[in-house]
């Protein structure tokens, strides 16, 4: 078996110095060969080192505990807010980039949505 290749966005569980709890990271750099090298935390923005033989079973999928209201693109989301969306599940907004436009961090990747969009008449 190779060794999973992996590309910049997907999510990668990882335990935070700095929030003390082990959660999603969002991953920022890969080497030529798809290995993580940094990851950064969508909670505290800490950017860190990624440690191979750490916790990389990608096929451990931590669900996490709070569920939430399905993906309404006409909501307006809040950082920290989670999200069942029918085609990516689970996810939860980390960062709200324009007033329209935030990122999820999804169970395999963040991902760029709409948000706080008005009804067409
Ligand atoms: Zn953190």
Same mark, same amino acid.
Request: net charge positive; glycine share 6%.
């Given at each position: *078996?190779? $060794?999973?290749?992996?590309?910049?966005?997907?999510?990668?569980? +990882? !335990?935070?110095?700095?929030?003390?709890?082990?959660?999603?990271?969002?991953?920022? &750099?890969?080497?030529? %060969? #798809?290995?993580?090298?940094? =990851? &950064?935390?969508? $909670?505290?923005?800490? %950017? &860190? /080192?990624? +440690? &191979?033989?750490?916790?990389?079973? /990608?096929? /451990? $999928?931590?669900?996490?505990? +709070?569920?939430?209201?399905?993906?309404?693109?006409?909501?307006?989301?809040?950082?920290?807010?989670? *999200? *069942?969306?029918?085609?990516? #599940?689970?996810?939860?907004?980390? +960062?709200?980039?324009?007033?329209? $436009?935030?990122?999820? !961090?999804?169970?395999?990747? *963040?991902?760029?949505?709409?948000?706080? =969009?008005?009804?067409?008449?």
């Amino acid at each position: *078996m190779e $060794k999973p290749v992996f590309t910049v966005g997907e999510r990668v569980e +990882k !335990l935070c110095i700095t929030c003390n709890e082990v959660r999603g990271h969002v991953v920022v &750099s890969v080497t030529k %060969r #798809g290995q993580i090298s940094r =990851v &950064s935390c969508p $909670k505290c923005g800490e %950017r &860190s /080192a990624f +440690k &191979s033989n750490a916790t990389t079973d /990608a096929n /451990a $999928k931590r669900s996490t505990a +709070k569920a939430g209201a399905p993906y309404d693109r006409t909501r307006t989301y809040r950082t920290g807010q989670a *999200m *069942m969306h029918p085609t990516f #599940g689970l996810g939860e907004v980390t +960062k709200v980039i324009e007033p329209c $436009k935030i990122d999820v !961090l999804f169970a395999d990747r *963040m991902r760029r949505l709409i948000h706080s =969009v008005q009804p067409q008449e």
